[in-house]
């Protein structure tokens, strides 16, 4: 897919991500908007996958560590063909298999439970270890929130990969700046992220993560080191009121609010 | 029903755990073994020399260790990843949680050393929780053998079984009890000796001591029925249930606080299905003094003549 349809997908997803929030009256919405073109990216361009047969060996795999904007994973794995398009209209429902955290028991196209943060990145170096002992050719590729690497087993997995030397391996930060309670600068500030990535032998990309131009060649970039990829982003991206506001981490749009997301995004097809 | 093999000579229960693990990775190539800079205590150094590169050190880093052995899992390997029980269960519990028990990785977890292995070491080092942080969660069977032949056993049966589990070894010495080539099964207890007037459950260390704390009630006339239940999850309901209404009266004793562990898994059923006298032997919800793991378990209550006093004194209130 090229790049112009590439864009066009990601406002699909935003579109349906946002109807999902604003029909299920809860979710990540900020988070989700930030993270939207990666995830487009990925599952449109970039990641060897076979939705008929989510389990397939030679499969790249995934790992949507910052689990809590799963409804975004959601509407892209439905529109990639793992799980039914119409099934989005259950997210967060009684008994739906799309609660508000991935389940790769239950929900197929998902590699391993997350929600609590900090724990995609170590299983992340696991399946990349597991290509490099068997000599599998699988990519593997994870996303973390910027917020999300205060937590300390991000570090620990950090260590592994470079100590591993897995090339095989991709990290991508969406750095939108803000966490759940404040602005990343005002909790822990721990930007800049790319002196302490290189710091631990990693090769560190920095690149515009709304920007499909900057993204697609960063995913698709191959070196002969784990790779980070700081992916500077809006928390909120494509709909004005939200953008790099941190009341919007979990916040459900009203009305008028959907209304007039629904409008912008609309209008920018 | 396995015969008790009473023999003096006592055993490392790591030893048979690597030589099995030796074993299995040398039939499968499948098989890794994921460590944190515990090749020596978990007696990997064998592993290492013939698997090179199947020996996954992450070093001193607990979280990822577990989360590692999770992606190795769904890359299609088997690993068994080892560390000294207080910190792998404690420092990884969310890890186990979410990545190996809530996912259904198929991953074993090793806990070395557990219980009052590390005595003189101190609190921070006893590892009489893990029990209850792991009992607690589903899909993962909790497995504690009492001797060699059942330790090399479960690490055969956990390379069968697909799912996770959590294997909890000791490093101290225990004599051989059950007989040679005994198959392990899961959530099946073994009848270790009969008898009518009460019965004493256990596991790991404990096991023997309850043998001999048996014998001893045997010259006082009393019957002991002896139970070894390596597995506490899922415990075997039915052999706790025919014990209650059989005996009358039911001690348990664990290498574990009181709370949580064996004695409260066997409570849980016994509450629910066959109310008898129950007394609970193990570290009662303190912090232990320094001392061997032998010397903490004979102060806590459990050389073999005080579990005896405590299974006299219990059928009195039968």
Known sequence: MDITELERLAREIRLRDLRAVFEAGAGHIGGEMSVIDILAALYFRVLKVWPDQPKHPDRDRFVLSKGHTACALYVTLAKRGFIPEEEVSTFLQPYSRLNGHPNCNKVPGVETNTGPLGHGLPVSVGMAKAAKLSGAMYHTYVVTGDGEMQEGSNWEAIMAAAQFKLDNLTLIIDHNRFQQGAALADTNDIAPLRPKLEAFGWEVTEIDGNSMHEIVPALEHRGDRPHCIVAHTNKGHGISFMQDRVDWHHKVPNKEQYEFALAELSEAM | ?318
């Not at chain 2, 990884?92 to 003189?120: H, P, T, W």
């Not at chain 2, 409570?267 to 303190?286: H, S």
């Open chain 2, 1 to 318: 029903m396995n015969a008790p093999v009473n023999a003096p000579k006592l055993y490392d229960c790591r030893d048979a755990f690597a030589a099995t693990l030796e074993r299995l990775a040398t039939e499968n190539q499948k098989v890794v073994a994921v460590c944190n800079d515990s090749v020596g205590s978990s007696k990997l150094g064998g592993f290492k020399s013939k698997f090179p590169e199947r020996l996954v050190n992450v070093g001193i880093a607990e979280q990822n260790m577990v989360g590692v052995g999770a992606g190795l899992a769904n890359g299609g390997h088997l690993p068994y990843v080892c560390g000294a029980s207080p910190f792998l269960t404690g420092r990884s519990l969310e890890q186990i949680k979410a990545d190996i028990s809530y996912s259904n990785a198929n991953v074993k977890l090793v806990g070395i050393s557990s219980g009052m292995a590390y005595g003189e070491l101190g609190p921070t080092h006893h590892s009489i929780e893990d029990f209850a942080w792991t009992r607690v969660l589903p899909n993962l069977p909790v497995i504690a053998p009492c001797d060699r032949i059942e330790t090399a056993a479960a690490v055969e049966w956990a390379a069968t079984y697909h799912g996770p589990c959590f294997l909890r070894l000791s490093r101290v010495g225990v004599p051989d009890l059950l007989a040679e080539g005994h198959k392990f099964e899961l959530g099946k207890a073994n009848l270790l000796r009969e008898g009518s007037d009460v019965t004493l459950i256990a596991n790991g260390t404990l096991t023997h001591r309850m043998l001999k704390a048996a014998e001893i009630l045997a010259q006082r006339g009393i019957r002991a029925r002896v139970l070894n239940f390596a597995t506490v999850r899922p415990i075997d309901e039915d052999a706790i249930i025919a014990a209650a209404k059989e005996t009358g009266a039911i001690v348990t004793a664990e290498e574990h606080s009181i709370f949580g562990g064996l004695g409260s898994a066997v409570a849980e059923v016994v509450v629910d299905n066959a109310p008898v006298p129950m007394k609970r032997l193990g570290v009662p919800g303190i912090y232990a003094p320094t001392g061997s793991a032998e010397f903490l378990l004979d102060e806590f209550g459990m050389a073999p003549p005080a579990i005896a006093d405590a299974a006299q004194a219990l059928m009195k209130r039968k």
